[in-house]
T-cell receptor
Framework: KAGVTQTPRYLIKTRGQQVTLSCSPI?????VSWYQQTPGQGLQFLFE???????NKGNFPGRFSGRQFSNSRSEMNVSTLELGDSALYLC??????????FGPGTRLTVT | QKEVEQDPGPLSVPEGAIVSLNCTYS??????FMWYRQYSRKGPELLMY????GNKEDGRFTAQVDKSSKYISLFIRDSQPSDSATYLC???????????FGAGTRLTVKP
């Protein structure tokens, strides 16, 4: 079975720009969660989508948003990028609630 | 106080050693306890998980939960250089998919 895929793998953006990251879950998985990983804060939960609906949301500003499509693929968007948004953004898919499988991540650098 | 605390290390051991990795958590309502392994420049990989108290063994890996002291452990027997990675404990939150991660312990196994 193919794993979780994320595109692009690397991205460099300028402060103030916006960015869209994409995630394709494991076939059959309907839940997709997004996380931000930084050296200082570690892995932090952003939000989770299930059947095209946001089911949970972490403590991040409204500049961070996401959506899920009918084929379970998901995108996350960050608007008005800040230097502090530089991080590894990880997507995880799951069939059961707690058994999550992560993709390789998208490394975003904001300059 | 963070919900999940984990000593970030780093931890360096000789090949063949028994490794003990530990986390503490604050909320006694948590029921599932996960361990992930993350190699450099990769996404976290689910190693194993336990439900409630007790032990679970998978090859050289043993996960242990002590709910009375809110303490979780991962033991690695006969450690190998290929075990060198960051190990993260994680606990699903109330909504199951909003995973709370420890800071991660960076382990190096020297040949």
């Amino acid at each position: 079975k193919a794993g979780v895929t994320q595109t692009p793998r690397y991205l460099i953006k300028t402060r103030g720009q916006q960015v869209t990251l994409s995630c394709s879950p494991i076939s059959g998985h309907r839940s997709v969660s997004w996380y931000q990983q930084t050296p200082g804060q570690g892995l932090q939960f952003l939000f989770e989508y299930f059947s095209e609906t946001q089911r949970n949301k972490g403590n991040f500003p409204g500049r961070f948003s996401g959506r899920q499509f009918s084929n379970s693929r998901s995108e996350m968007n960050v608007s008005t990028l800040e230097l502090g948004d530089s991080a590894l953004y990880l997507c995880a898919s799951s069939f059961t609630s707690y058994e999550q499988y992560f993709g390789p991540g998208t490394r975003l650098t904001v300059t | 106080q963070k919900e999940v605390e984990q000593d970030p290390g780093p931890l360096s051991v000789p090949e063949g050693a028994i490794v003990s990795l530990n986390c503490t958590y604050s909320n006694s309502a948590f029921q599932y306890f996960m361990w992930y392994r993350q190699y450099s420049r990769k996404g976290p990989e689910l190693l194993m998980y336990t439900y409630s108290s007790g032990n679970k063994e998978d090859g050289r890996f043993t996960a242990q939960v002590d709910k009375s002291s809110k303490y979780i452990s991962l033991f690695i027997r006969d450690s190998q250089p290929s075990d060198s990675a960051t190990y993260l404990c994680a606990i699903p939150g109330y909504n199951n998919n909003d995973m709370r991660f420890g800071a991660g312990t960076r382990l190096t196994v020297k040949p």
